[in-house]
């Protein structure tokens, strides 16, 4: 998948595509609706795939101060979207002027002028331009007068739920404690992406070492304990491995930053610094304070069975939503 983050000069290769045009925030399942239409119009007209997203999300421009809710920061939404065979990436900044800018003039300057697209695929309740004046209808009639099609995809429910698949109702999944919902929804389950970094050390005074890692860039789920895989993408000791972790303020020790502590069952070796992939799968329980440092180990070993457990299960393995999605994680 080839990054483009400068539209301006774009070469001639990487005009002409057929584009799914979102935020695609989670890249979940009905994300995957438009980007499977746009594939299958791609493939028909022999054009490239593209999407076009923007960055940063536009709800982080006008809400600066409103609790992170990124469901995929970008590079992880470029993980997944390489996964899914997307040729061209294109990543538009979103600043004061593209919220400024008409929605007659967005076709314009960035989709013909820009992009040259050779058609658009986008969801029924796409918006678009200055106060979310465009909708599906005027994107439809500009693209007949610009010479390129547009495609609108439907509504997606869930055949298991009946909900519709939306970011919006992944993070109530997420925020309540529901990671498999949520993973129900994404069509793979939902990960974080950050480096370790140096802590307290004290798992290792207690027998569990703990891997750091700060929830700077995206939603922060419901605090407590979870099962996870956590993937180390490079050696030494690169794999996947099952895992428990805990999300929170570590009140037994009155720390005040939010942490996710996570240990690698059957790791050893030092992960400082390294990036790791840490996957939610299931909640065990709410963090809460210990009276004492015994008391907190007796939890532990508890906590680590229980995830063992749980990740043992068929319903929990690591394809689980192959069959779902079609594609292999």
């Known amino acids: ?59 982080e421009f006008f809400q600066p101060g409103a609790p992170r809710f990124r469901l995929t920061p970008l590079p992880e939404k470029a993980r997944l979207l390489a996964e899914l065979k997307i040729d061209l990436l294109y990543v538009e900044r979103f600043d004061a002027e593209m919220a400024a800018r008409p929605a007659q003039d967005f076709v314009s300057r960035v989709l013909v002028a820009g992009l040259g697209v050779g058609h658009i695929v986008v969801g029924y309740d796409f918006r678009f331009g ?44 997420l925020r309540e404690g529901r990671p498999r ?77 939010v942490m996710l502590e996570v240990n690698l069952f059957g790791f050893s070796g030092d992960l400082y610094g390294r990036v790791l992939g840490v996957s939610f799968v299931e909640f065990i329980r709410a963090e809460r304070k210990f009276d004492g440092i015994e008391s907190l180990k007796a939890q532990i070993d508890t906590d680590a069975a229980a995830a063992a457990e749980l990740l043992r299960r068929p319903h929990n393995a690591v394809h689980a939503f192959k069959d779902v999605t079609g594609q292999t994680r």
């Open 1 to 59: 998948m080839r990054l483009v983050q400068d539209i301006n000069e774009l070469p001639a290769e990487c005009r002409g595509a057929v584009v799914a045009i979102g935020n695609f925030d989670g890249v979940h399942l009905g994300h995957r609706a438009v980007l499977a239409q746009a594939a299958d119009i791609g493939k028909s007209r022999g054009r490239l795939l593209g999407a076009l997203v923007f960055e940063p999300h536009p709800r």
């Open 130 to 173: 200055q106060n979310r004046e465009g909708d599906v209808a005027f994107l439809t009639r500009e693209g007949a007068k610009a010479g390129f099609g547009v495609s609108i995809t439907g509504a997606v429910n869930a055949s298991s739920s009946g909900e519709v698949y939306s970011s919006s109702l992944i993070r109530e999944h």
């Open 181 to 257: 919902h949520a993973a129900e929804l994404l069509g793979h389950w939902w990960r974080i992406l950050g480096p370790v970094l140096p802590g307290d050390q004290r798992g290792r005074t207690i027998g569990f070492p703990t891997a750091n890692i700060r929830m700077n860039d995206c939603l922060e789920p419901c605090h407590g304990v979870y099962a996870v895989r956590v993937e180390v993408p490079d050696e030494p000791g690169a794999g996947l491995y099952d895992g428990v972790a805990n999300l929170g303020l570590r009140p037994t020790f009155d720390k005040k930053d």
